[in-house]
Structures are given as C-alpha cells and as structure tokens.
C-alpha cells in the first residue's frame, strides 16, 4: 500500500481514483505521511509548483484531452507520465504500479 497525494483532485474524481486503486492511501497536502507518488490535475493546479514542491517523488498528471497547453506544461515541468483523463479507466493501475516500483 503506498501514500498517493492528490493534487488539485475535485471529490468527485477522487472518489473514483479510490476505486481505481484500492488499497492505496489518497491524501491531500493536509497530510502529514510524505508521498510516495503525486497524482494531479493539470487543469487544477501548477505542474512547476507541483514539481518543485516533490523534486524526488514520481509525479502523475492527467488532464482533458482537448487541454494540449496543460499536457505540454506538465512535461515540460518534468512530470513523470501525462495522461488524458479519459485514458485513466484503463491505464492507471499500471502506470501507479510502474511509478511506484521505479522508486523501489
């Protein structure tokens, strides 16, 4: 079981990212347990911010297809994997578990 941080994660979404990865623990930066990998929102937050704020953590972004700016600033701030949000429902679980054995 890892500490996943979301970042910039609307209720809604962070519901069915818990049902995307049982047995994880979803936090927010409210919590005091350090991650072991971020998950944000591109459209929600600042990929730089998020970036520096987690220089040694891998970083998962997802994003609206259609939001090329969004996918490009959060390449461009290093994030490790960015995908569409429509691509989640089949590509999470393997991308969470590829991220979190690279920090193995």
Do not use: W
Request: proline share 6%; charged share 25%.
């Amino acid at each position: 079981m890892a500490t996943i941080l979301l970042a910039g994660v609307d209720v809604f979404f962070r519901g069915k990212l818990e049902g995307l990865l049982p047995g994880h623990h979803l936090t927010t930066a409210d919590s005091v347990d350090p991650p072991e990998l971020v998950i944000c929102d591109v459209s929600r937050i600042d990929p730089e911010d998020v970036a520096d704020n987690y220089p040694e953590v891998p970083i998962l972004g997802f994003t609206n297809h259609t939001d090329t700016d969004g996918l490009r600033r959060a390449h461009t701030a290093g994030f490790d994997q960015v995908i569409a949000k429509s691509a989640m429902d089949e590509q999470l679980k393997g991308l969470v578990d590829g991220l979190l054995a690279s920090v193995d």
